[in-house]
Each structure stands twice: as structure tokens, then as C-alpha cells.
């Protein structure tokens, strides 16, 4: 199993641009999550889905859009990327209420 | 390098010594915990689990502690390794939805020889 994948592992956009980010699992989790981490800062949750076709607000949505598209991927999507929105993104599955298992994360650049 | 923990608290041990690394949780309802490591450019990785109907947990080299009392997590490290380097966050299951959990900012742990 490759557990948890993210595409692409680093991405450098223009303020402005747009971009998806994908995330796949193959642990057959119903919950995925998006987080985003900064330097000096935990694990902030942007978006959640609990289960296939619902999705969910975490602690920071605002500049993001996901889409659940079947039980195994979920994607985030910035649709004006912001320098505010550097940082490392993180996608994890779980069966519910226990352990998160979390992807490699992609490292987001925006000028 | 990853800067991912810059300004994070740190502890630094000999290789060899145990280490023990705090957590304060914030919810009193809160049920279950978990010990993530996240090395350098990585995700983070399960280390240990705990639910609050016990107060202790041990697995290969780690013992997790439960204090609910003053709402407190604790992780020790026997014989601490090179590899032990990391940034380690304890993380809360939200009691107002499970589905959710809260992560501490975390501690870098530096191992020296």
C-alpha cells in the first residue's frame, strides 16, 4: 500500500495564479483532511471530509476550495493564490475518530 | 533544509539519556491523544496512542503519560537515538467533533552524541 500521496511535491506560482492540489489514499479511510503548517506553527486544518460527498470548514478555509471526488482522493484548490499562502500542505485519511496517517506534503511558494 | 519549526521549543539530549517531551491539552472532555514525529521534510508520523481511560501506555521505547487532572501529556523516550531528531506534537480528538483533531505547536528534539 502507498498509504497516503500527494501531488506535486513542490509547486512555485505568481500571486494570482491557480492551482489544485492532489491527495489519494488507498486505506479505504472514509475522513481526509487538508492541513497547512508554517515555520514556529502546528498543524492548522483548512478543510475536512468526513465521509464521500461531504466536505467541511476547518480553522483556515478562506482562499481554498475542495472537492471530494470519491472515497479515495480529495483535492484543494486556490483559486488566487496569495503570498499568505505559502507554507507546506498536508493531506491525511483516518477511519474515524482515530489515528490521522499523513501524506508527504507539497511545498507551496507563491511570489 | 526544512524550515518547517523554526521558533519551536527545543530539547536537546546526549544520545543515550531519555528524554521526556510535555504537552498541555486544552479540552478536560477530550478522550483520546495521540504522539505524532515529524522528521525533517516529511509528514508526520503515529508514535503512540492514549485514551483517556488510562493513564499510562507503552510501546518500543516510549511511554506516553495521561495527567487529566491538570490536563497534561507527556512523552518519554528511553535511550534516545540520532534518529529520535525530530519535531514531535501531541494532538487532542475534539470532544465537539470527533472527526477532528488539535494539534499542539510541537517540540524539537536534537539528539547529540
Known amino acids: 500500500n502507498a498509504g497516503v500521496t500527494q501531488t506535486p511535491k513542490f509547486q512555485v506560482l505568481k500571486t494570482g495564479q491557480s492551482m489544485t492540489l492532489q491527495c489519494a489514499q488507498d486505506?479505504?479511510?472514509?475522513?481526509m483532511y487538508w492541513y497547512r503548517q508554517d515555520p514556529g506553527m502546528g498543524l492548522r486544518l483548512i478543510y475536512y471530509?468526513?465521509?464521500?460527498?461531504?466536505?467541511d470548514k476547518g480553522e483556515v478555509p478562506n482562499g481554498y476550495n475542495v472537492s471530494r471526488l470519491n472515497k479515495r482522493e480529495f483535492s484543494l484548490r486556490l483559486e488566487s493564490a496569495a503570498p499568505s499562502q505559502t507554507s507546506v500542505y498536508f493531506c491525511?485519511?483516518?477511519?474515524?475518530?482515530?489515528?490521522?496517517?499523513f501524506g508527504p506534503g507539497t511545498r507551496l511558494t507563491v511570489l | 533544509g526544512e524550515s518547517v519549526g523554526l521558533h519551536l521549543p527545543t530539547l536537546s539530549v546526549q544520545e543515550g539519556d531519555n528524554s521526556i517531551i510535555n504537552c498541555a491539552y486544552s479540552n478536560s472532555a477530550s478522550d483520546y491523544f495521540i504522539w505524532y514525529k515529524q522528521e525533517s521534510g516529511k509528514g508526520p508520523q503515529f508514535i503512540i496512542d492514549i485514551r483517556s481511560n488510562m493513564d499510562k501506555r507503552q510501546g518500543q521505547r516510549v511511554t506516553v503519560l495521561l495527567n487529566k487532572t491538570v490536563k497534561h501529556l507527556s512523552l518519554q523516550i528511553a535511550a534516545t537515538q540520532p534518529g529520535d531528531s525530530a519535531v514531535y506534537f501531541c494532538a487532542e480528538r475534539a470532544p465537539y467533533n470527533t472527526d477532528k483533531l488539535i494539534f499542539g505547536t510541537g517540540t524539537r528534539l536534537q539528539v547529540f552524541p
Open positions: 486505506m479505504n479511510h472514509n475522513s
Open positions: 491525511a485519511s483516518s477511519v474515524k475518530s482515530n489515528e490521522q496517517f
Open positions: 471530509s468526513a465521509s464521500e460527498g461531504t466536505t
